[in-house]
Structure formats: C-alpha cells, structure tokens
C-alpha cells in the first residue's frame, strides 16, 4: 500500500463512510497541481489517502491548507 496526498477544495466530513464515492474526486488534485487548486479556491484541504494499486482503501487523515 501507498499514502498519497490528494488535494480539493471539498471538506467531506463523512469520507470514511464511503471513501471511493466521496463528492472530493469531482475536484481532485494531485501535489503536482497543488499551486493551480490554491489559484482556484479560497480553501483546499489535504487528504492523506492509502491507496491498494488504483484503489483507495483507508483515509490517513484530513487537514485544511492555510492560505
């Protein structure tokens, strides 16, 4: 398993009830993109995802980027 930072403007407060249907995917960021989300949206948020080859498995944690 591989932990990823993935970066969207979407606070999902309930991500560890359904983590591959969560509304972040719509809008996700991968670190490479992170200046261009910030640019974007007034708030991005971090999430720390393990990941099983393609699929995400378990949310490591969650934290809000200061602008």
């Known amino acids: 398993m591989e932990t990823v930072k993935v970066y969207s403007p979407v606070n999902d407060e309930n ?3 359904d983590l ?3 509304p972040i995917w719509k809008s996700a960021y991968h670190e ?3 200046v261009e ?3 974007k949206h007034t708030e991005v948020y971090e999430y720390s995802i393990k990941f099983d ?3 995400p498995v378990q949310l490591a944690g969650v934290k809000k ?3």
């Open 32 to 34: 490479t993109e992170l």
């Open 65 to 67: 980027l200061a602008k």
């Open 20 to 22: 591959n249907g969560s």
């Open 53 to 55: 080859g393609l699929k």
């Open 37 to 39: 989300a910030q640019k």
């Open 15 to 17: 991500i560890q009830k």
